[in-house]
Antibody, heavy 121, light 108 residues
Framework: QVQLVQSGAEVKKPGASVKVSCKAS????????ISWVRQAPGQGLEWMGW????????NYAQKLQGRVTMTTDTSTSTAYMELRSLRSDDTAVYYC??????????????WGQGTLVTVSS | QSVLTQPPSVSAAPGQKVTISCSGS????????VSWYQQLPGTAPKLLIY???KRPSGIPDRFSGSKSGTSATLGITGLQTGDEADYYC?????????FGGGTKLTVL
């Protein structure tokens, strides 16, 4: 079955970087994209961006431009999201999810289990 | 402030029907497919409806979706206590994906 398994929880200090991994299985990795979505405590879903696993093209949310990098390793069917210059308001659960797209994303399914990133001094 | 507007909460009794609205604009809902996601407490979101009105395999037909112009609606019939969750609409908008602010469904 299609599955996305994310790396474990992280605790980081302000100003540090975090890199979260997302290993995909059960489908042809390069036929889809991977999106990253985060959810701050008690808040709604915030789209961070997506990457085409076919050609590595990325599209990032404007507010995160310059701080976020999304990459894929097609040899291991793994996607990565790195967020730099962490601040306390980056504390959130970070989800990866498979993106169905033709030219633009059409739906996001399924989702990984989530990775809690806590930013605290 | 989300680009897509949803009511913060809705409620209904078990067995009843509820609808959740998602209002947008021509740059998002008006020209793109809408999908709906269910997030049960403490879990990752799950796709309920895609391409406005299609259900993935395994989603019961109690869940339905529709779209008209720049608005979309999620309908749930035969409400069950297990339907208590947060529901989000989502779609592409100009330069990125957007979600609604989420609607908390309470089954009284």
């Amino acid at each position: 079955q299609v599955q996305l398994v994310q790396s474990g929880a992280e605790v980081k200090k302000p100003g540090a970087s975090v890199k979260v991994s997302c290993k995909a299985s059960g489908y042809t990795f390069t036929s889809y994209g991977i999106s990253w979505v985060r959810q701050a405590p008690g808040q709604g879903l915030e789209w961070m961006g997506w990457i085409s696993a076919y050609n590595g093209n990325t599209n990032y949310a404007q507010k995160l431009q310059g701080r976020v990098t999304m990459t894929t390793d097609t040899s291991t069917s793994t996607a990565y999201m790195e967020l730099r210059s962490l601040r306390s308001d980056d504390t959130a659960v970070y989800y990866c999810a498979r993106v169905w797209y033709s030219i633009l994303p059409k739906r996001i399914d399924p989702w990984g289990q989530g990775t809690l990133v806590t930013v605290s001094s | 402030q989300s680009v897509l507007t949803q009511p913060p909460s809705v409620s209904a009794a078990p067995g009843q029907k509820v609808t959740i609205s998602c209002s947008g604009s021509s740059s998002n809902i008006g020209n793109n497919y809408v999908s709906w996601y269910q997030q049960l407490p403490g879990t990752a979101p799950k796709l309920l409806i895609y391409e406005n009105n299609k259900r993935p395999s395994g989603i019961p037909d109690r869940f339905s979706g529709s779209k008209s112009g720049t608005s979309a609606t999620l309908g749930i019939t035969g409400l069950q206590t297990g339907d208590e969750a947060d529901y989000y609409c989502g779609t592409w908008d100009s330069s990125g994906w957007v979600f609604g602010g989420g609607t908390k469904l309470t089954v009284l």
